[in-house]
């Protein structure tokens, strides 16, 4: 019986961890296959406290995992296949482990949408980014593209006008899908400029971005733009599919949560991405982990004093 089992293992559930273990709970985070999150496809962060020089993502979530092991938490490189928090005691399920526990945080985190295009991954923190708010400082006085028309794009595109001598936001349908304030900002910035109906079909670079590759939608034309960066803002995943059945979801598929930890289900506590589409980092992401793992501890508190009461009756 395990008493309390993190579900990730991203900042947000390495900070669960370290919280949860300090707290003498011996945490057990199925920290699946690739752990550490989205910072392990992040070169390097620059605005994570603690950090002025900055640190790799990669290198800031050994340190997240080497801080939690060092204080009792176990860590296994692991996918959850099912749960059943129906049950009393719950139960996680991995490819070959059942585990029975008295709470879960699930801090599974959310993917970001990607193109799927020749040359995106391999420029993957080379050019290639989804995020404005963690990558758009190295892109002073550049040319930076973004993908997108709704009201995330245009807010990653704004961002990015601090940092970009220009920036051109490749759309493929003739008409934004963002909010009327969003996309009145957007086209009267003096550094921003459209390209409609166009899909990017490819990005050129070797050892960074240098361009990309555009088809227009009407025609079928092609062409070249030439770019410092792609930023691709058409949205995020939450990792919440084998959930679904059991928890509450918003309608974009994100944990609902009335105050941020605790969920429909009670012993069963979410923080970080898969719950917070709204700000996404690192930080925030590992402020919520702390509170899950402290609303863990004080619902396991409470779950033996109700049994110590009743074995006094």
């Known amino acids: 019986m395990e008493r309390v089992i993190i579900i990730g293992s ?15 709970l011996r945490p057990l985070v199925l920290a ?5 999150g989205q910072l392990m496809l992040t070169t390097d962060v620059e605005n994570y406290p603690g950090f002025p ?20 938490a176990r860590i296994e490189n692991v996918d959850v296949t099912s749960v059943d928090f129906m049950t009393r005691p719950m139960v996680v399920r991995t490819d070959d ?20 295009i020749p040359g995106e991954e391999r420029l993957r923190g080379r050019g ?21 028309g709704g009201d995330s794009a245009l807010e990653e595109a704004l961002f990015l006008t601090r940092f970009g001598s220009r920036v051109t936001i490749v759309h493929r349908r003739e008409r934004l899908r963002a909010s009327k304030i969003m996309a009145d900002r957007a086209v009267s910035h003096p550094k921003i400029d459209f390209i409609w109906n166009a899909i990017v079909e490819e990005v050129y670079g070797e050892t960074h971005v240098t361009g990309l590759r ?3 939608v009407p025609s079928g034309a092609r062409r070249e733009l030439q770019t410092d960066a792609l930023f691709v803002a058409i949205g995020h995943t939450p990792n919440t599919k084998i959930f679904a059945e059991q928890l509450d979801l918003d309608e974009r598929g994100y944990i609902v949560s009335p105050d941020g930890s605790t ?12 719950n917070d589409h709204r700000y996404r980092q690192a930080v925030t992401a590992a402020g919520a982990g702390c509170r899950a793992a402290m609303d863990a501890e004080k619902y396991l508190e409470a779950l033996e004093f109700k049994v110590d009461s009743l074995a006094h009756l």
Not at 53 to 72: D, S, T
Not at 99 to 110: K, L, M, N, P, R
């Open 128 to 148: 290639v980014s989804s995020c404005a708010t963690c990558d758009g400082a190295f892109f002073r006085d550049k040319h930076i593209t973004v993908v997108g």
């Open 263 to 274: 969920t429909n289900v009670e012993g069963v506590f979410v923080a970080g991405d898969v």
């Open 214 to 216: 555009l088809r227009d």
């Open 97 to 116: 482990t059942a585990s029975e526990t008295e709470t879960v945080i699930v801090a599974t985190g959310a993917s970001a949408r990607w193109l799927e």
């Open 53 to 72: 020089e900055g640190v790799l993502g990669p290198e800031l979530m050994i340190k997240f995992r080497e801080q939690a092991e060092r204080f009792g």
């Open 32 to 36: 699946g296959g690739l752990y550490g």
């Open 10 to 24: 991203g900042p947000a559930g390495l900070t669960a961890a370290i919280y949860a273990a300090r707290a003498n």
